[in-house]
């Protein structure tokens, strides 16, 4: 089994106010890795609204303090806050981490399904910068399978099991019905598509869609049969609204105080509800002092999201157990594999030294830098040759018994090992 490493902070382990320091966009992110890079053998970084953490193979238990040291200079928090907020977590108990969190076993929300997509974004990013290989890629598809037989097997994916509906779900229970209120989605975002596609279902009077980007918009307005704005009607918008809900990228409080104090001027009384799902937030905090204005976060949502859970619990149970059996299965697979992986990059590697050699000394006029760069592209082109046959070993051992020895001998007769 590969050592995996995990170190992080989500919505357990750290308040809002931290989290939103480790929010990082994908030119952050590649910062954030090459930093790192020196310090690990391949790497991927999560960041979502609920959790940033690093996923990471190594030879060195102790990469993890270099790490956090790093992660320490991308805020304002001391060493002692990074030390309280951040965990880590290494080999089995990572593996099983990284499976729990790509079933939504560990999400604000139990059972939701973004946070899958979200991973998978952050391996393809790694993946194609260069940071994740052969390694990262087994634990992938592996995750990948757990998650879908977690789906397949058991319910735990049914209820409210997005923030974007829970966030729909705190609405209706503020109102007694939404059929004559307006609703705002400040971003046009997947998480604000998935909340409008809820209020739309409550047959809301009216929903509005304020983004930057006026085209994305008006594409998302189009979906919802809603009205699209630009950015800079936000405060017009604003004084229409009966529930705003936002959810922002990288616009740390753009909401001020004093545009909702004036909206609440023009609106006369009547009450504004505003949700904040972004991280960074979106909204001043301040906002909640104002009369009739009612602010909540995503931290918020997950008081109302635990009233939900009773179910979804029972399911979770079944979750853990599948996520168990992976990881024993994985374990187990790895240790029948691992001989046999090894066999075969002997004896690549000695085939390819022998021809390396050869070809040295047919060319006598070589550079050691044309030596460096021819072995380079050799050692590439045998990885890239190499790695499908090892992956698909790798998965063809979680069939049954005998279909396991078969590839076994197979693999072994192939390769002449």
């Known amino acids: 089994m590969t050592d995996l490493y995990i170190i992080g902070l989500n919505h357990k382990t750290a308040p809002i106010s931290a989290r939103e320091k480790y929010v990082f966009d994908r030119d952050k992110q590649i910062q954030i890795l090459n930093m790192i890079k020196e310090f690990v053998s391949e790497a991927?970084?999560?960041?979502?609204?609920?959790?940033?953490?690093?996923?990471?193979?190594?030879?060195?238990?102790?990469?993890?303090?270099?790490?956090?040291?790093?992660?320490?200079?991308?805020s304002q928090l001391t060493q002692k806050k990074i030390d309280e907020f951040f965990y880590f977590h290494k080999k089995q108990q990572a593996i099983i981490h990284l499976y729990r969190v790509a079933s939504g076993l560990d999400s604000l929300v139990l059972g939701e399904t973004q946070i899958l997509g979200q991973i998978k974004d952050a391996f393809a990013l790694s993946y194609n910068e260069g940071f994740a290989g052969d390694k990262l890629n087994c634990i992938y598809q592996q995750m990948l399978n757990t998650s879908k037989k977690i789906r397949h097997h058991t319910k735990i994916g049914e209820g409210s099991t997005s923030v974007g509906s829970v966030a729909v779900q705190?609405?209706?229970?503020?109102?007694?019905?939404?059929?004559?209120?307006?609703?705002?989605?400040?971003?046009?975002?997947?998480?604000?598509?998935?909340?409008?596609?809820?209020?739309?279902?409550?047959?809301?009077?009216?929903?509005?869609?304020?983004?930057?980007?006026?085209?994305?918009?008006?594409?998302?307005?189009?979906?919802?049969?809603?009205?699209?704005?630009?950015?800079?009607?936000?405060?017009?918008?604003?004084?229409?609204?009966?529930?705003?809900?936002?959810?922002?990228?990288?616009?740390?409080?753009?909401?001020?105080?004093?545009?909702?104090?004036?909206?609440?001027?023009?609106?006369?009384?009547?009450?504004?509800?505003?949700?904040?799902?972004?991280?960074?937030?979106?909204?001043?905090?301040?906002?909640?002092?104002?009369?009739?204005?009612?602010?909540?976060?995503?931290?918020?949502?997950?008081?109302?999201?635990?009233?939900?859970?009773?179910?979804?619990?029972?399911?979770?149970?079944?979750?853990?157990?599948?996520?168990?059996?992976?990881?024993?299965?994985?374990?187990?697979?790895?240790?029948?594999?691992?001989?046999?992986?090894?066999?075969?990059?002997?004896?690549?590697?000695?085939?390819?030294e022998n021809e390396l050699q050869r070809l040295y000394r047919k060319n006598n006029s070589l550079s050691d830098k044309d030596k460096d760069n021819i072995e380079q592209s050799v050692n590439q082109i045998v990885n890239k040759i190499l790695h499908d046959p090892i992956i698909s070993l790798r998965q063809g051992l979680n069939e049954d018994h005998e279909s396991q020895h078969k590839l076994l001998n197979l693999f072994k007769n192939f390769f002449n090992l």
Do not use: W
Not at 49 to 69: A, F, G, L, M, S
């Open 170 to 352: 705190l609405a209706c229970n503020i109102f007694s019905s939404l059929s004559d209120k307006n609703v705002t989605l400040v971003g046009a975002g997947k998480i604000c598509e998935l909340a409008g596609n809820h209020f739309a279902d409550q047959c809301t009077n009216k929903i509005y869609v304020v983004n930057r980007s006026i085209d994305r918009a008006k594409k998302l307005a189009a979906k919802l049969t809603g009205e699209a704005h630009s950015l800079t009607n936000l405060e017009s918008v604003m004084e229409k609204s009966d529930i705003i809900l936002t959810s922002v990228s990288n616009q740390p409080g753009f909401i001020t105080r004093n545009m909702v104090k004036n909206a609440m001027h023009v609106r006369e009384g009547r009450p504004l509800f505003l949700i904040d799902i972004a991280m960074p937030r979106n909204i001043d905090k301040t906002v909640n002092k104002i009369q009739d204005a009612y602010l909540y976060n995503i931290d918020d949502l997950k008081q109302l999201s635990d009233k939900n859970l009773h179910e979804r619990e029972k399911e979770a149970v079944k979750a853990e157990k599948i996520v168990l059996e992976k990881v024993n299965k994985m374990q187990n697979n790895g240790e029948i594999a691992s001989p046999l992986i090894q066999s075969l990059h002997k004896r690549v590697s000695l085939i390819k």
């Open 44 to 74: 991927v970084l999560v960041s979502t609204c609920n959790r940033t953490e690093i996923i990471y193979t190594t030879q060195d238990d102790d990469q993890h303090k270099k790490i956090k040291k790093s992660l320490c200079s991308q």
